[in-house]
C-alpha cells in the first residue's frame, strides 16, 4: 500500500552578504518549502529570489516566521507575551504573502522556526497566539507543528487543517519533544543513519528516543534542515528511500485538494 508524505525544507536562509544553504540543491527533491521572513534569516530580495525558485520546481510556498533573532539564527528562547507573538508571526506572513502574491501564487502553509517552534509545542498560549495569526490572515492556509505537540492541538482547535512534523535528522527524547540542540547527539550527521530514522517514521510510524525508547511517531511531513553543509545530498537521499518504500511525496496541500 503506497501512503503520501510530505517532504519540507527551510530555505532562504541567506541575507545580504550572508550565505546560507543549497537552495537550488535542495529544491528538486522536497515537496514544501518553508521561507524565512527576515527576523530570524533572509531578506526581501532573498524571499523575492526563493519564491520563484520553489515555483519553478513546483514546490508549496510557506511562510517560516521566526523570533526576530538574526544574531542567534532565531534558535534563542524569547520571553514574548501572546499578544507579541502574534503581531510577529502574522507580520512575517503578510511578508512573505506580498512576494507569492506578486508571483502569481498564494501560500500554502506556515511552519514557525527555531526556538519560536520549539516554545509554541510546549507553551499553549503562544501555540494559540501563533494559530490565531495563521487563522486571521487565512484560514485555509495549513499549519506546521510538531508532532503530538500544543501547536498542532491549537491549530485544531481553530480548525486549521494542520501537517504533523517529524525530522529525520534530529534526536527525539523519551516524551517526543527533540533533544535540545545544545546537548550531545541531539543532530543526526550522518546521511545513513538520518535517512534511515526517516524510513522507520514514514513506514512503521516510529522513532528510538535517545534514551534508546521506542516512541510513536504520527507525521503528515518531514523535515529536511537546509542550513546542513550536505543539505542537497541528504534530500536526494531521502527522496529516493522514501520513493522505494512506497512513499508518495506530496504536499499537504496537494493531497487536500485531490480530496
Request: aromatic share 6%.
Amino acid at each position: 500500500m503506497t501512503r503520501t508524505l510530505d517532504l519540507n525544507c527551510d530555505l532562504g536562509e541567506s541575507f545580504g552578504a550572508w550565505r546560507l544553504g543549497d537552495d537550488a540543491g535542495v529544491l528538486p527533491h522536497v515537496s514544501s518549502a518553508n521561507i524565512a521572513c527576515g527576523f530570524h534569516a533572509g531578506d526581501p530580495r532573498t524571499m523575492q529570489a526563493t519564491v520563484a525558485l520553489a515555483l519553478a520546481h513546483g514546490v508549496a510556498l510557506g511562510a517560516q516566521p521566526g523570533w526576530p533573532d538574526l544574531v542567534g539564527f532565531g534558535r534563542r528562547t524569547l520571553a514574548a507575551t501572546p499578544a507579541e507573538t502574534y503581531a510577529i508571526v502574522l507580520y512575517q506572513i503578510g511578508a512573505l504573502a506580498a512576494f507569492a502574491h506578486a508571483a502569481g501564487a498564494r501560500l500554502a502553509h506556515v511552519k514557525p522556526h527555531g526556538a519560536l517552534y520549539n516554545q509554541a509545542a510546549r507553551e499553549r498560549a503562544l501555540a494559540d497566539a501563533v494559530a490565531q495569526a495563521v487563522r486571521d490572515f487565512d484560514p485555509a492556509l495549513i499549519l506546521f507543528g510538531l508532532a503530538g505537540s500544543a501547536l498542532i492541538d491549537a491549530g485544531r482547535a481553530l480548525g486549521l487543517t494542520v501537517a504533523r512534523e517529524a525530522f529525520a535528522d534530529r534526536r527525539y527524547q523519551a516524551d517526543g519533544s527533540l533533544t535540545p540542540r545544545g546537548q550531545p547527539g541531539a543532530v543526526i550527521d550522518d546521511v545513513d543513519a538520518a535517512v534511515a530514522q526517516a524510513l522507520q517514521i514514514a513506514t512503521r510510524g516510529e522513532a528510538i528516543a535517545i534514551d534508546g525508547t521506542r516512541i510513536a511517531i504520527a507525521a503528515d511531513t518531514l523535515c529536511v534542515h537546509g542550513d546542513r553543509s550536505d543539505a542537497a545530498l541528504f534530500a536526494r537521499r531521502l527522496r529516493q528511500a522514501l520513493e522505494a518504500a512506497n512513499v508518495h511525496v506530496t504536499s499537504p496541500g496537494h493531497r487536500e485538494q485531490a480530496r
